[in-house]
């Protein structure tokens, strides 16, 4: 999302003086919102969905982390830290060297519990849930390592789930937190410039001061960042893009692939939807992903959820 002063919760920001406006360049997440927004949405789109027992379980794990975010309390982010992390153009939380506090451990926790209170679970992530309860703190941090560097083991993709869903809660805190001058936009646009994760869709607006306007959302932290449309997310080339969407809907949702470097991104136009919630609505278009790959297009950086 975008940052500004005390960064901006609301996506638009207007000029009271007139004339023309330019995007707010990045907007922080409201953590609490962020989670309660996408599980409602997740339960609207699962209502007579081919995968509804799946959105479900993501609904309830939504909701799981919107509890978690309510309860937990972390550190102040240090201030010198940020700055030197701007001063040498990197993200002040990068996802991949930040010195995580243990209480994204407590967001696991709050998780887990959520759903050992639920009058059924399925065996499948009722079993997944005991084998968390019965490892240690030092595995714990293992297995979020092994996530933040991209280097999930295939036997524990189970596990990962509840993992980056508790370190999806963790870091849209700290994100939330932050000012404006603290996370400014990275030379690489296409990563976030608060943890410096991949986006996991973009969103084109319809309203606002500045309509039109595509912002990206980051997979870990939940910070939305202005990027150019007409220009791939991947590789930063234009000539062969192109757009694709499922025949028969409304196009809200729709891949956006490049010919350059093969690859696709998911795009949400607000215009033709304006309940869209890029979490919610990336992971109910699967088909669309499968779509696409069917014919050669590799997906710019995974949701962290489709891990299982």
């Not at 500004?4 to 003086?17: I, R, S, T, Y």
């Not at 982010?77 to 995580?100: F, I, Q, S």
């Not at 997310?233 to 025949?247: D, R, Y």
């Not at 699967?286 to 891990?307: T, Y």
Request: with cysteine; aromatic share 6%.
């Amino acid at each position: 999302m975008r940052q500004g002063e005390v960064a901006p919760k609301a996506p638009w920001m207007g000029n009271p003086q007139g004339g023309v406006t330019a995007p707010a360049p990045v907007i922080l997440p409201d953590p609490t919102t962020r989670f309660a927004r996408t599980s409602g949405r997740l339960g609207v789109l699962a209502v007579d969905h081919p995968m509804a027992q799946w959105l479900d379980f993501l609904c309830e794990l939504s909701q799981a982390q919107q509890e978690a975010a309510d309860m937990i309390d972390l550190p102040a982010v240090d201030a010198e830290d940020v700055a030197k992390a701007n001063g040498a153009g990197m993200p002040p939380l990068a996802a991949d060297g930040h010195d995580r506090d243990v209480a994204w451990r407590e967001a696991l926790t709050l998780i887990l519990r959520y759903f050992d209170r639920l009058p059924e679970v399925p065996d499948l992530v009722a079993a997944v849930i005991d084998s968390l309860n019965d490892v240690d703190g030092e595995t714990l941090e293992h297995l979020a390592d092994d996530f933040l560097h991209g280097a999930v083991n295939p036997d524990d993709a189970g596990r990962a789930v509840f993992i980056a869903a508790s370190l999806q809660v963790y870091f849209t805190k700290l994100a939330g937190s932050l000012e404006e001058s603290q996370a400014p936009l990275l030379p690489e646009r296409g990563l976030c410039p608060c943890c410096g994760s991949t986006p996991v869709a973009g969103v084109i607006t319809a309203s606002g001061a500045t309509p039109g306007v595509r912002y990206l959302y980051c997979s870990l932290c939940s910070t939305a960042w202005n990027h150019v449309r007409a220009v791939c997310i991947t590789c930063g080339q234009s000539a062969q893009l192109s757009l694709k969407s499922v025949e028969g809907e409304n196009g809200a949702v729709q891949v956006e692939t490049c010919d350059d470097c093969h690859t696709y991104a998911k795009m949400l136009y607000l215009a033709k939807d304006p309940k869209l919630d890029p979490y919610a609505d990336d992971l109910a278009s699967l088909g669309l992903d499968l779509m696409v790959a069917e014919v050669g297009w590799l997906r710019h950086a995974p949701n962290p959820l489709l891990l299982a």
